[in-house]
C-alpha cells in the first residue's frame, strides 16, 4: 500500500519541519517528503491541503484496562479510540489485574493489540512484585519481553532501602523509571485538594506536600543510583519548580502533565462533580498556572491524556467513594492545541510534547517523520471546531468533565505503520 | 470553563422556595429566618396536648440513616410524625449495604415505594448532593449529616436557639470549641452564622485539628482557649471522637480537657449572660465538664427540645415549594 498524503501543513517538531509539502508513505515507512521517489506510484492520494500532517502521538499515561477490568474498557475498544485521536503508541500502566509484573502479562497485553491492531502499546512494569513494594519483580526478563519502562505507580515501597536498590537493579539494564510521585502516608484517603475548597466541601484533603515530599525524596535517590527517571502526572507547581531546580544542576531528568491538569482546577469539583474526581487531585489556579509554565519553560517536556475509562457505576456514588480518572485519549490533542490558542506553546512545540518529546524520553527512535521511519502518522484539521458528547466518544469510557466543552481541532486520518486505522466518517 | 453541574441538586427552585435541604451553604439570609420563624410557629404546636398539624397528610418520608445516630434520628421522625407524615425508619448499616447494594440501588427501591421525601445520614462527604441529584423531581432530599460536609438541620436549631437568648445576630461574638476538622456540624454553623450577620466567630482546637484553609470559612483562628472565649455571646462546643487518639490529631482526652474542656473557671472570661451549647451526646470530662453541661448557662437540653420545631419547618418547607403545593402547607 502506497500513500500520498498531499498538499498538507507538515509539521515534524524533531526534524524541525514546517512547511506544506507532500508526504509518502510505502511499505510502512515513510518514504520521502516533498517530491516523491523515483518510479513511486501511489495506490491512494489523499487530499489534505487543509490539514496539518504530524508524528502519530504518543501518550505517555493511557490504561486501558486488560487484562482485569474488561468491564470497563477493553484494549481493542480503547486503541480504537486512541486511533480516532491520532494517537498510535500508548504507555500503560503496569497496574493491571494481574499486574505487570511478568512477561506473561506483559506478552498478553502485546498479543492482544496486534489482533486488534489499531496502535501500538509499549507497557510499563511493575518494579516490584504485585507493586507491593517489597520484591523487585524479574525486570530483566521484563525488559526482554518488551517492557518500555518500570515503574511502581502511586504504590509505596516498603522501606527507602528496597526503593534505592529497586532504582539500582533498574539501572543496571539501562530501564527508565516512572515515578508518579504521591506520599502515600500524606495522600491516605484523600479525594481532593487539600486547602479551602476541600474544607468547605468536607472532603478528605490530599496536601501539595504529598507530591513535593514524593519528589524530593526520589531525587536523592534517583541522584544517587544514577537511573534514569521521569516524573508522571506532575499536579503542583512547586513540583515543577523543584524538577526545574535539579534539571539546572544537572540531574538528567524530565517531567510530563496529564492535559486536564493543564485547565481545571479544585473549582471544578465544586457540588461534588466526581467526574473530576483525579488522583493527584485538581489543585489551585496558582498550581494549574504553575504547570503551564513548567510547560513553556520545557521543565516539563510532555502532555499525556491519563486516561481512565470507567463504567457509569464507578462515577454513580457519592464523590469520596466514586472511581478516580478521566476518559481522556480524545481530548489529547485539542487540549494540547488549547495551549496554542492560550498562548502558552507555538503550534510547533505544542506538538512536540505529545509526538517528539515523549519519544524522546522513552529513548525511541519514532514521534518523527524521518524518512526510512515507520509511517506513524497524525492528520488533523487545526480549524475544526467540534463538541464533545457521548456520541462522538469512541472510548468505552463516557467519564469526562469535557462532555459538551466546544474543541477545535480534529483528526482526519491515522496511519500505523502506514496503514489508515481511522478515518474522519465526514457529514 | 467550569464543568457542567446537575440542576436537580439545586436546593431552590425559581421562586426561591426550599426543594432540597442540603447545605447551609450559598443560602439567602431571608431563607434562614424564614426556616426559624416557621420553627417559632411549630414550637408551640410542640408544647400542645395534641401535638400534630396536618401539613404532611398521605406523604411518606423515608428516614434514611447510613450511620447510627439517636437523637437527629428521633427528633425527625417526632417532627415528621408531628406534621401527620408517614415515616419509614432505615436503618442501613444494618440491611442493604451489607448485602453489597449500591446506594443508588437503595435508593430506586425505596422510590418505587412512592416515598415524597428522604432524610439521610450517610459517611461520605456530598451524598446528599448525590441523591439530591438522583431522586424523582417531586422528591425532597434533606440532609440529616454527610460526612464532614453539613448538617443543615442541627446549624438551624442551634441558630434557633441562640435567637431566643440573643434576638440580634448581628451584635454577636461566637466561640466555637474543639474538632473543626472532622466536624459537619461546625461547617453548617459556621455557613449560618456568617449569613445571619454575626460579626465575630472565632474557633480553637489545636492545629491538627483546625482544617487548611479555615479562615476562608469566613472565621477567627485562635491560639487559645482563652483568645478564643473572652467576652462572647455564644461558646458552642463540638464533640470529640474518641478514635482521634488513634490518628495522632492527639495525645489523650486529658491533655484535650487540660487546654479545651471548659470549666466554670475558664469560662469567668465569656460575657455574663452567655449561653454554652453542645450538639450532643457530651463526653463529660473531655469537652466540658458536668457542672457546665448542667449548669445555668447551658442550653444543651432546649438545643434537643428545638430540633423538632425546625425540623418540622424545613421538611414542611420543602413539601409545600412541590407542584400542587404538597401536603397543602403554607411554608
Same mark, same amino acid.
Given at each position: 500500500m502506497k500513500i500520498t498524503l498531499q498538499g498538507g501543513r507538515v509539521i515534524d517538531p524533531a526534524n524541525k519541519i514546517d512547511e506544506r509539502m507532500d508526504v509518502h508513505v510505502a511499505a510502512g515507512q515513510i518514504a520521502a517528503l516533498g517530491n516523491a521517489p523515483d518510479g513511486f506510484t501511489p495506490n491512494r492520494i489523499i487530499d489534505v491541503s487543509e490539514q496539518i500532517v504530524c508524528p502519530g502521538f504518543i501518550d505517555l499515561g493511557a490504561r486501558l484496562r486488560e487484562p482485569g477490568d474488561r468491564h470497563k474498557a477493553t484494549i481493542a475498544s480503547e486503541t480504537a479510540a486512541a486511533a480516532s485521536a491520532g494517537i498510535t503508541t500508548l504507555i500503560c500502566p503496569p497496574d493491571t489485574n494481574p499486574v505487570a509484573d511478568t512477561p506473561a502479562v506483559i506478552e498478553l497485553i502485546h498479543t492482544t493489540a496486534e489482533q486488534a491492531g489499531m496502535a501500538r502499546i509499549l507497557p510499563t512494569?511493575? /518494579?516490584?512484585?504485585?507493586?507491593?513494594?517489597?520484591?523487585?519483580?524479574?525486570? =530483566?526478563?521484563?525488559?526482554?519481553?518488551?517492557?518500555?519502562?518500570? +515503574?511502581?505507580?502511586?504504590?509505596?515501597? +516498603?522501606?527507602?532501602?528496597?526503593?534505592?536498590? !529497586?532504582?539500582?537493579?533498574?539501572?543496571?539494564?539501562?530501564?527508565? /523509571?516512572?515515578?508518579?510521585?504521591?506520599?502515600?502516608?500524606? =495522600?491516605?484517603?484523600?479525594? !481532593?485538594?487539600?486547602?479551602? /475548597?476541600?474544607?468547605?466541601?468536607?472532603?478528605?484533603?490530599?496536601?501539595?506536600?504529598?507530591?513535593?515530599?514524593?519528589?524530593?525524596?526520589?531525587?536523592?535517590?534517583?541522584?544517587?543510583?544514577?537511573?534514569?527517571?521521569?516524573?508522571?502526572?506532575? +499536579?503542583?507547581?512547586? =513540583? =515543577?519548580?523543584?524538577?526545574?531546580?535539579?534539571?539546572?544542576?544537572?540531574?538528567?531528568?524530565?517531567?510530563?502533565?496529564?492535559?486536564?491538569?493543564?485547565?481545571?482546577?479544585?473549582h471544578d469539583i465544586w457540588q461534588f462533580n466526581s467526574e473530576c474526581h483525579v488522583i493527584p487531585p485538581l489543585r489551585s489556579d496558582r498550581d494549574r498556572d504553575g504547570l503551564r509554565d513548567g510547560l513553556a519553560q520545557g521543565v516539563i517536556q510532555c502532555i499525556c491524556s491519563d486516561h481512565q475509562p470507567h463504567e457509569a457505576d464507578a462515577k454513580l456514588a457519592p464523590f469520596p467513594s466514586t472511581e478516580p480518572g478521566i476518559s481522556a485519549l480524545e481530548t489529547l490533542l485539542p487540549l494540547t492545541l488549547r495551549m496554542v490558542t492560550d498562548g502558552v506553546l507555538d503550534l510547533g512545540d505544542a506538538i512536540a510534547t505529545i509526538s517528539s518529546q515523549p519519544a524522546s524520553v522513552l529513548g525511541i527512535d519514532s514521534g518523527n517523520l524521518s524518512a526510512g521511519n515507520v509511517a506513524d502518522i497524525c492528520v488533523f484539521d487545526p480549524e475544526r471546531e467540534w463538541i464533545l458528547d457521548e456520541d462522538t466518544l469512541v472510548s468505552h469510557g463516557l467519564n469526562t468533565p469535557f462532555l459538551g466543552w466546544h474543541l477545535k481541532g480534529r483528526v482526519t486520518h491515522t496511519l500505523l505503520a502506514g496503514r489508515p486505522v481511522y478515518e474522519l466518517n465526514d457529514d | 470553563m467550569s464543568t457542567s453541574q446537575n440542576p436537580r441538586q439545586n436546593q431552590v427552585d425559581?421562586?426561591?422556595?426550599?426543594? &432540597?435541604?442540603?447545605?447551609?451553604?450559598?443560602?439567602?439570609?431571608?431563607?434562614?429566618?424564614?426556616?426559624?420563624?416557621?420553627?417559632?410557629?411549630?414550637?408551640?404546636?410542640?408544647?400542645?396536648?395534641?401535638?400534630?398539624?396536618?401539613?404532611?397528610?398521605?406523604?411518606?418520608?423515608?428516614?434514611?440513616?447510613?450511620?447510627?445516630?439517636?437523637?437527629? #434520628?428521633?427528633?425527625?421522625? @417526632?417532627?415528621?410524625?408531628?406534621?401527620?407524615?408517614?415515616? @419509614?425508619?432505615?436503618?442501613?448499616?444494618?440491611?442493604?449495604?451489607?448485602? %453489597?447494594?449500591? @446506594?443508588?440501588?437503595?435508593?430506586?427501591?425505596?422510590?418505587?415505594?412512592?416515598?415524597?421525601?428522604?432524610?439521610?445520614?450517610?459517611?461520605?462527604?456530598?451524598?446528599?448532593?448525590?441523591?439530591? %441529584? &438522583?431522586?424523582?423531581?417531586?422528591?425532597?432530599?434533606?440532609?440529616?449529616?454527610? %460526612?464532614? $460536609?453539613?448538617?443543615?438541620?442541627?446549624?438551624? @436549631?442551634?441558630?434557633?436557639?441562640? #435567637?431566643? $437568648?440573643?434576638?440580634?445576630?448581628?451584635?454577636?461574638?461566637?466561640?466555637?470549641?474543639?474538632?473543626?476538622?472532622?466536624?459537619?456540624?461546625?461547617?453548617?454553623?459556621? $455557613?449560618?452564622?456568617?449569613?445571619? %450577620?454575626?460579626?465575630?466567630?472565632?474557633?480553637?482546637?489545636?492545629?491538627?485539628l483546625i482544617p487548611g484553609g479555615a479562615e476562608n470559612l469566613g472565621v477567627h483562628v485562635c491560639a487559645d482557649l482563652n483568645e478564643c472565649i473572652e467576652d462572647v455571646d455564644v461558646v458552642i462546643t463540638l464533640r470529640l471522637q474518641r478514635e482521634r487518639m488513634q490518628g495522632a490529631f492527639l495525645p489523650s482526652e486529658h491533655e484535650y480537657f487540660h487546654l479545651y474542656g471548659l470549666t466554670e473557671e475558664k469560662l469567668e472570661c465569656i460575657k455574663p449572660d452567655a449561653i454554652v451549647m453542645h450538639p450532643g451526646p457530651i463526653n463529660r470530662g473531655v469537652e466540658m465538664d458536668s457542672a457546665v453541661a448542667d449548669g445555668e448557662r447551658s442550653v444543651i437540653l432546649e438545643q434537643v427540645t428545638n430540633g423538632i420545631a425546625v425540623r418540622m419547618a424545613v421538611m414542611s418547607m420543602c413539601m409545600a415549594s412541590r407542584a400542587d403545593g404538597g401536603g397543602g402547607g403554607e411554608g
Open positions: 512494569g511493575a /518494579i516490584t512484585q504485585g507493586l507491593k513494594g517489597e520484591q523487585l519483580s524479574e525486570i =530483566a526478563a521484563l525488559k526482554e519481553a518488551g517492557c518500555i519502562a518500570v +515503574s511502581n505507580i502511586m504504590q509505596p515501597y +516498603s522501606s527507602t532501602q528496597v526503593q534505592r536498590r !529497586a532504582f539500582e537493579y533498574a539501572a543496571t539494564f539501562g530501564l527508565s /523509571i516512572f515515578i508518579h510521585p504521591l506520599d502515600q502516608g500524606l =495522600a491516605a484517603g484523600g479525594c !481532593a485538594h487539600e486547602g479551602a /475548597i476541600c474544607t468547605r466541601m468536607g472532603l478528605t484533603g490530599i496536601p501539595e506536600a504529598a507530591e513535593t515530599m514524593a519528589v524530593a525524596r526520589n531525587l536523592v535517590i534517583i541522584e544517587q543510583t544514577g537511573v534514569r527517571a521521569h516524573f508522571a502526572r506532575l +499536579s503542583s507547581a512547586r =513540583a =515543577a519548580q523543584m524538577i526545574s531546580r535539579a534539571r539546572y544542576d544537572g540531574l538528567p531528568i524530565t517531567a510530563d502533565v496529564a492535559a486536564h491538569q493543564l485547565f481545571l482546577t479544585e | 425559581e421562586q426561591g422556595a426550599l426543594r &432540597h435541604f442540603l447545605t447551609i451553604e450559598g443560602l439567602k439570609r431571608e431563607l434562614l429566618l424564614d426556616i426559624l420563624d416557621t420553627a417559632e410557629s411549630f414550637a408551640g404546636v410542640t408544647a400542645q396536648t395534641v401535638k400534630k398539624v396536618p401539613l404532611l397528610r398521605g406523604k411518606t418520608i423515608a428516614n434514611l440513616f447510613f450511620e447510627v445516630s439517636t437523637r437527629t #434520628r428521633t427528633t425527625f421522625e @417526632l417532627a415528621a410524625k408531628r406534621l401527620s407524615a408517614d415515616v @419509614l425508619n432505615i436503618n442501613i448499616t444494618s440491611s442493604s449495604a451489607s448485602k %453489597g447494594e449500591s @446506594l443508588l440501588d437503595t435508593l430506586r427501591n425505596l422510590e418505587a415505594m412512592y416515598v415524597d421525601m428522604f432524610v439521610v445520614r450517610h459517611n461520605d462527604s456530598g451524598s446528599a448532593h448525590f441523591i439530591a %441529584g &438522583h431522586v424523582a423531581p417531586h422528591v425532597s432530599v434533606i440532609n440529616a449529616g454527610d %460526612g464532614r $460536609h453539613a448538617h443543615p438541620t442541627q446549624a438551624m @436549631l442551634d441558630m434557633f436557639t441562640i #435567637r431566643r $437568648h440573643k434576638p440580634d445576630f448581628t451584635a454577636l461574638k461566637v466561640a466555637i470549641v474543639g474538632d473543626i476538622y472532622h466536624s459537619r456540624v461546625a461547617r453548617s454553623q459556621i $455557613h449560618a452564622l456568617n449569613i445571619l %450577620g454575626v460579626p465575630e466567630i472565632r474557633v480553637v482546637a489545636p492545629r491538627t
